[in-house]
């Protein structure tokens, strides 16, 4: 694998990719860093753009677009203190402290090196994990891939509901039933289209995505127009500072481990990788309490997270097709777009495609490098655009995105639709993401379940008797007891009941 990887980055250097690759990091750094737009959107709308591309110049837009979208929020969050994503939020607590101090410069070229050292470390655990994931995943027949796609949705569920995990299972459920609309594929009849001939063939995967994240951003940006706060005069040097990253290496291991962890969860993605490693170098740290006014750990660690993440969200995208974050699932849609099928079979079909995934990532760490440093001193000024001209650019952009596919104006009142109903839903603390997620694997979810009911002759012993099904059943009860406090309250009295008799007999 390491072979075709090093061949591949070799190989993808071509004129044309060249180009696209830049234009691609500097659209999404643009997409990350200004408000409201997130490296979700940037894929999403990209994947319409680049339908029509071939396969291979397609994926180097998209994963430039991706990286430079998760890069592109430590822009806004140093020199504006306004976050462009929820992974930002972790970077602008230190960051815009020391844009403040007049060390701009230096925070920015701590994130950016930060972020390109933990997507070459994300891609390198992709290229490291896949083919064990790949052997894995070919033990699999329709109970464990059914067991797999409720535990994606149930796990994402459970991470990314702030107040309570029930909220995120439901809108995980919603998702799986939105998927369930249209023709069934096992014995053809129509389910739950009402008599509406456009819901026949389904609901297509980019109104929905576009709906359930440009939308809402676009509804609340517009909405607290009035509660940005200022930002900085300038920018001073952009040099990386070398001894400061070295002082921090094992915070800086610690925080790629966490996001490539994270990364592979089903659907949790980057923000919470962020935070986790940011309070884990809070933790770590020899002055905790200087967190918040200035610390450059508080820069480096989010900043190494949520790009290791991204080389962690993809594994499991190209080995098993459940998407590891949002961005990852756009990019999954992507796949399924351009006819690949990620899955067991795809290192048979394609067997050079993870390691030309991990070669872009490459590239495209390489580019948020030098791009992402060139467009600092740019970045101060175009943040200064008013959000009241962006949005609506946002707005266009998206309903162009819906109607292209297939020059059909219903996706567009769909896309309206479930971007209003979404809006409400997250005003009331249900997560969009276990929604989408939910979406994208209703089909296999579905299907995977009734073949293997009919393989049985509705018998659920497939999914009692095989060791891998039982495997995933466990981590299904293990997720859902853990969102109990009782449960919690019981194991934390049995732990100290147990190891607390050993250290007082040890005493």
């Known amino acids: 694998m390491l072979g075709s990887f090093l061949y591949e980055i070799y190989a993808l250097v071509t004129p044309l990719n060249m180009v696209v690759m830049a234009g691609s990091v500097t659209l999404g ?3 990350g860093a200004l408000p409201g737009l997130t490296a979700t959107l940037a894929v999403a709308l990209l994947s319409t753009v680049t339908f029509t591309l071939p396969v291979e110049l397609a994926m180097v837009a998209l994963i430039g677009a991706y990286v430079g979208a998760i890069y592109g929020p430590s822009h806004a969050s140093i020199l504006l ?11 602008a607590l230190d960051g815009h402290k020391l844009a403040l101090q007049g060390r701009a410069g230096e925070a920015i070229s701590l994130a950016t090196t930060a972020s390109v050292i933990g997507t070459v470390i994300g891609l390198f655990a992709l290229i490291a994990l896949s083919p064990i994931l790949v052997k894995l995943a070919l033990q699999f027949t329709s109970a464990e891939f059914f067991l797999l796609a409720l535990f994606g949705v149930l796990i994402c569920g459970s991470l990314t509901s702030e107040d ?13 039933l939105i998927a369930s609309v249209g023709m ?17 063939g389904g609901i297509d995967l980019v109104p929905v995505i576009l709906g359930g994240f440009a ?21 001073n040097k952009l040099w990386p500072r070398w001894g400061t990253l070295w002082r921090a290496k094992f915070g800086i291991a610690r925080s790629a481990s966490l996001g490539v962890g994270i990364g592979v969860i089903p659907g949790v993605g980057e923000d919470i990788a962020a935070w986790a490693a940011y309070d884990a170098a809070k933790k770590a740290d020899k002055e905790p309490e200087t967190f918040g006014h200035g610390n450059v750990n508080g820069v480096i660690a989010p900043e190494v997270a949520n790009n290791a993440c991204i080389g962690g969200a993809i594994i499991p995208v190209l080995t098993l097709g459940v ?5 990852a699932a756009m990019l999954l849609g992507a796949l399924n777009l351009h006819g690949i099928r990620p899955g067991p079979m795809l290192t048979f079909e394609f067997p050079n495609f993870i390691a030309q995934m ?28 008013p959000v009241a001209i962006l949005m609506p650019c946002v707005a266009f952009l998206a309903v162009l995105g819906s109607w292209a596919l297939g020059l059909n104006m219903f996706n567009i009142y769909l896309m309206l639709g ?8 997250e005003e009331m603390g249900y997560p969009v993401a276990p929604l989408v997620i939910g979406v994208l694997l209703g089909q296999m979810a579905d299907v995977s379940l009734r073949r293997a009911l009919l393989g049985s002759n509705g018998s659920f012993e497939p999914f009692l008797m095989r060791p891998v099904a039982l495997i995933l059943l466990a981590l299904i009860v293990i997720s859902l007891c853990l969102q109990s406090e009782a449960f919690k309250r019981g194991f934390a009295r049995l732990w100290t009941k147990i190891f607390g008799r050993r250290e007082r007999q040890a005493a």
Do not use: C, N
């Open 29 to 31: 750094i643009v997409f």
């Open 81 to 91: 203190g306004i976050p462009g994503s929820a992974a930002g939020a972790a970077t």
């Open 164 to 176: 309570m995990p029930a909220k995120g299972w439901v809108a995980g459920l919603l998702g799986l």
């Open 184 to 200: 069934e594929t096992i014995q053809g009849y129509a389910r739950f289209t009402f008599g509406i001939p456009e819901l026949a």
């Open 215 to 235: 939308i809402p951003q676009i509804i609340r940006v517009l909405r607290d127009l009035d509660s940005h706060r200022g930002s900085v005069s300038g920018v």
């Open 323 to 327: 998407p590891g974050s949002p961005p």
């Open 358 to 385: 991990g070669a872009m990532l490459f590239w495209a760490a390489i580019g948020i490098f030098v791009i992402g440093l060139s467009m600092a001193k740019i970045s101060l000024q175009v943040l200064r655009l």
């Open 418 to 425: 479930f971007g209003v109903i979404v809006y409400f839903l």
